[in-house]
């Protein structure tokens, strides 16, 4: 969803009626720029000092540096070279003095003939490049270049030398200069760009006017300019996008909703009767909320945020019972199919004869919890499809399949998404479309979302959190093993699993890859030349064969990854629940939901290929009993890199929130924002999640004002039309993604 601000009648105009056609063409089909508003809202990505003037005699090693000089010499060398068309190559060799000292500049190849026809000696010209040393002797390589002509050279000098260059987000086809360029022609038209935001809340807060703000991005003259252009343009967007969520807030809540009161002495208390355990303090608070939610005649839109093991899952299921006591029927949906039979599996052992509803032996108060995926069989599909029309069905779990046209509901109440990745609101709309009037929505998530975060990627729901662990969980202590550096500490930690599982527990071994891919040569042969990956990720069908034959064997050792027949898959998770087995190769499919508390041990091979909150959802399937847990990270990475550092982060903490920071500030905002498969263009250009978190809870605060005061916007057309342009935006993503 990008945000375009602003798009009026010239800022609309098509880019090929401005630029060269071919020019457009490659802007449209690699940078996904349209239109002149989107060439302007195209920022530089940096800027490029020429730097203070340097004497030559005084050229500092490896740095960047600009020099003005006069040609001394310049003379073509012909070598030999295999590489070279007709087997011969050519060097340009320049001497150049200010009188101070002297430099050599080296050009190469096809780079030597527009400085061979210009360089002449005598000719004087800026220099701009990097330092190196070679045969002994100072040299600038393909140095850039501006011929100074002209009566007062001096002048010329001092622009050039004290300008910020702008360097532009560019594609192999169209290079950051020619970017520039094709700003600079479209540039006027910024005069006549619509300002989104409210004049009061920008006068208040002294930022720039709009096309001032677009002049100093792509024209400073200083780093002042810079400054205070991405402060007012990190406003438009946190400001365009908290006024889209705000209008969806104050959309949803003047939907009709029924009200789902539970009954007294119906279904959740029966549930709450059976318990073996308290609700911790956290539970009891964030049921409230979801109860009171639930009681009102306004649709419920909350996101649950909890730690792994923090219980949601239990909060989910009694906010379902208590739909379900009031009359209406409730559906979770999870993101894969072993994730979906697992909550079947475990709601339906935590409701004992409650979940045996119509059937001998039910409780009173019981009802049918019935599970949907796309895997199933017809007979299986046909019967939960009938309990759910009919009603029999108080609740079900279910993938995607749940969404499709066929599935209808008697009265659906309630919505529980468990998302690992964020359905689209369109996804959400369809279930909704489900219920008589539109039902209740409870979004959990697993992954702890920095506050900003959350107030960007799920800012249209109400947020409550799970950060206690219920009693009885156990602490897990997290290692670092460096398999390359130390070798041993590999050794011991497959017998550190042999003593959990002769201690009567079970382990799981995770790895990055299946192993059955396709054997592709031009991935090979990337991997080979890329030194951080220089062998490609572990495998789990190599490894599981390596352990059973070998520091293993003798252990039960089985496989799980996504590629699986679902009943296999399910198959083997049943026995690893069921202690059948004693270790698990795997992929990351066990990363959310799986919950076997008799496994304590989890060893993560190439820990550095996956992610920071990745790593912490991993870990969190140990320690779900009353054993303490153990998660080794096996790398081979060495002590000094990046890699290292995150892994050892992941080790020293067990706080979710802390691990969510420190990933968020090491990758880029757009991958945790869910947007990395919008290719060349990130959602927030000049915003920052983590830094400009001031800004977005300002703006959202502004935005709710606003909102409650003037849904339609009537007074404001610029942001009308910007808020159509990020809408357009976000609905064109949401089709390709189908």
């Not at 004087?124 to 050279?153: C, I, T, W």
Request: net charge negative.
């Amino acid at each position: 969803m990008d945000l375009v601000p602003a798009l009026e009648e010239p800022l609309k105009q098509p880019l090929k009626s401005v630029l060269g056609p071919a020019t457009a063409k490659v802007m449209a089909e690699h940078l996904g720029l349209h239109s002149v508003g989107d060439l302007l809202h195209h920022y530089p990505r940096r800027y490029e000092e020429r730097g203070q003037l340097t004497h030559l005699a005084d050229l500092p090693m490896d740095e960047h540096v600009t020099v003005v000089a006069m040609v001394a010499d310049a003379r073509l060398h012909t070598f030999a070279s295999s590489k070279a068309p007709r087997g011969k190559g050519q060097r340009l060799e320049v001497t150049i003095t200010d009188g101070s000292g002297r430099l050599q500049l080296v050009f190469f190849g096809n780079g030597v003939h527009k400085p061979h026809k210009e360089l002449l000696p005598g000719t004087r010209a800026m220099f701009a490049g990097k330092v190196s040393v070679f045969n002994r002797r100072l040299q600038l390589a393909h140095p850039a270049y501006e011929l100074l002509r002209g009566d007062d050279p001096d002048e010329s000098v001092e622009s050039w030398a004290g300008a910020l260059i702008p360097l532009y987000p560019a594609t192999a086809k169209l290079e950051s200069w020619k970017i520039g360029k094709a700003v600079q022609t479209v540039l006027p038209s910024a005069q006549e760009a619509l300002d989104p935001l409210p004049p009061t809340l920008r006068d208040g807060r002294g930022l720039l006017p709009l096309p001032e703000a677009l002049l100093k991005i792509h024209r400073p003259h200083t780093k002042a300019d810079i400054a205070a252009a991405r402060d007012r343009l990190k406003w438009d967007e946190a400001f365009v996008l908290q006024v889209a969520l705000a209008r969806r807030r104050h959309a949803d809540a003047q939907l009709p909703a029924v009200s789902r009161k539970p009954s007294p002495d119906g279904l959740l208390t029966a549930f709450d009767d059976r318990l073996p355990f308290t609700l911790t303090d956290g539970q009891q608070k964030v049921s409230k909320e979801i109860f009171d939610d639930l009681a009102t005649e306004h649709p419920m839109h909350r996101l649950l945020q909890g730690e792994v093991g923090s219980g949601k899952t239990m909060v989910a299921l009694r906010a379902m019972l208590a739909v379900v006591d009031a009359g209406g029927q409730a559906a979770m949906l999870a993101p894969t199919e072993v994730l979906a039979q697992q909550h079947h599996r475990s709601i339906t052992e935590m409701m004992g004869e409650l979940a045996e509803g119509g059937m001998l032996g039910g409780a009173d108060h019981a009802t049918k919890v019935v599970l949907l995926t796309g895997s199933m069989g017809t007979a299986a599909r046909r019967q939960a499809m009938l309990d759910l029309v009919t009603g029999d069905a108080g609740i079900v779990i279910g993938t995607h399949a749940l969404i499709e046209d066929k599935v209808q509901f008697h009265d659906l109440g309630l919505v529980v998404v468990d998302e690992q990745h964020r359905f689209g609101v369109e996804q959400r709309d369809a279930l909704r479309g489900k219920g008589k009037q539109p039902p209740h929505l409870l979004v959990m998530t697993a992954t702890p979302i920095p506050r900003t975060v959350a107030m960007t990627v799920f800012g249209d729901l109400e947020t409550s959190v799970l950060d206690q662990l219920p009693a009885g969980r156990s602490p897990i202590a997290t290692h670092v093993v460096p398999a390359a550096d130390k070798p041993h500490f590999l050794a011991r930690a497959w017998e550190r699993v042999r003593e959990e599982v002769g201690n009567g527990h079970q382990a799981y071994v995770v790895c990055p890859r299946i192993g059955d891919e396709e054997d592709d040569p031009k991935k090979a042969k990337k991997s080979a030349e890329d030194e951080a990956e220089k062998r490609p990720p572990l495998a789990v069908l190599d490894v599981a064969d390596h352990l059973a034959k070998g520091p293993l064997s003798g252990l039960r050792v089985e496989v799980l990854h996504g590629r699986m027949h679902p009943d296999d898959k399910d198959a083997v998770m049943r026995r690893f629940a069921a202690g059948d087995t004693d270790v698990l190769v795997a992929t990351t499919v066990i990363e959310v939901g799986v919950n076997v508390p008799n496994a304590t041990a989890m060893v993560i091979m190439d820990a550095d290929r996956f992610g920071v909150s990745q790593l912490h959802q991993l870990r969190g399937r140990v320690g779900r009993g009353s054993a303490p847990g153990l998660c080794l990270l096996v790398t081979e990475m060495p002590e000094a890199s990046a890699a290292r550092q995150r892994l050892t982060a992941v080790a020293s903490t067990l706080d979710g929130f802390e691990l969510s920071r420190i990933d968020l500030e090491q990758r880029r905002e757009g991958d945790v924002l869910g947007q990395a498969q919008s290719g060349a263009r990130s959602s927030l250009r000049v915003l920052a999640v983590i830094e400009d978190e001031e800004i977005i809870a300002e703006a959202r605060e502004e935005a709710t004002t606003l909102v409650t005061r003037d849904p339609e916007l009537t007074d404001l057309p610029g942001l009308r039309t910007a808020l159509d342009a990020l809408l357009d935006e976000e609905r064109e993503q949401y089709l390709e993604k189908g």
